[in-house]
């Protein structure tokens, strides 16, 4: 039935009028797949797989040329794979991916201790992935340690923007009780309007940049973003900073 299913939805989004865009692999369709444990409507492109996140960032990044360029020091943990090769193409320096039982990596590295050196990268981008760690202090600690000074970091994670304090249990571990108390079996919190604090207490400059809203709700619609999404860009200050 689900295979069935699935045949129905690709059928779906490759017939009709061109109602979406990919910004990432320039895909155009009628519309993109559900995606997710909830199953998100028009979430997922068929042909690169990349979700509303990856093409909120896609545009954030196109409309600030200077953070990505050629000559970039990058740091990508867990990376989606359409992303990853098109990055390790376009940076001629270094681009080093590392995760946790992730294949498509350079590395399998626990971000709680990441085994590279102080101050190498220029930047690093962690796109949903603090809401797995246990320790997600200790990763935001890391990250801050290997980016250089004046360094910038884009740091993505769910934040329910009605819950002012961010809810964990490190005494809740079974995969059960953590879709009962987080909303996903692998998660370990839920992140509250205090997100930004937790990143600054690592030692970033954070800006709160609500780029989805500014682009408006017809593009919105025309790439599938959710408006409401929060793109959190961090700067690890300067010696004189």
């Known amino acids: 039935m689900r295979i069935r299913r699935r045949i129905y939805e690709l059928k779906t989004v490759f017939s009709g009028p061109r109602n979406v865009t990919c910004p990432c ?3 155009r369709l009628n519309q993109f797949l559900p995606y997710g444990l909830l199953s998100r409507p028009n979430a997922l492109c068929p042909v690169c797989g990349c979700t509303e996140r990856h093409r909120l960032l896609w545009l954030y990044f196109k409309s600030r040329p200077n953070l990505i360029h050629k000559d970039l020091n990058l740091l990508h943990i867990t990376p989606q794979p359409y992303v990853r090769r098109v990055l390790k193409r376009k940076l001629k320096r270094l681009y080093v991916s590392v995760g ?3 294949p498509a990596v350079d590395a399998v590295m626990d971000i709680t201790a990441i085994a590279l050196p102080d101050s190498l990268f220029d930047a690093v981008l962690c796109v949903a992935v603090m809401q797995y760690v246990s320790d997600d202090r200790a990763a935001l600690r890391e990250i801050y ?3 250089k000074p004046g ?3 884009v740091i993505w994670a769910p934040v329910d923007e009605k ?5 964990e249990n490190p005494a809740i571990t ?3 009780d953590r879709e009962r108390e987080f909303g996903h079996p692998e998660h370990t919190r839920i992140y509250g309007r205090d997100f930004p604090e937790r990143l600054r207490s690592a030692g970033f400059a954070v800006v709160v940049d609500r780029f989805a809203q500014e682009l408006g709700a017809e593009a919105a619609k025309k790439y599938g ?3 409401g999404e929060i793109i959190y860009y961090c700067e690890k200050p300067t010696a004189s900073g």
């Open 163 to 167: 819950r002012e304090i961010s809810y």
């Open 100 to 102: 946790m039982g992730t």
């Open 25 to 27: 692999c320039g895909a």
């Open 225 to 227: 973003l959710n408006s």
């Open 145 to 147: 340690r290997v980016l």
């Open 151 to 153: 360094g910038w970091a």
């Open 174 to 176: 079974s995969r059960e």
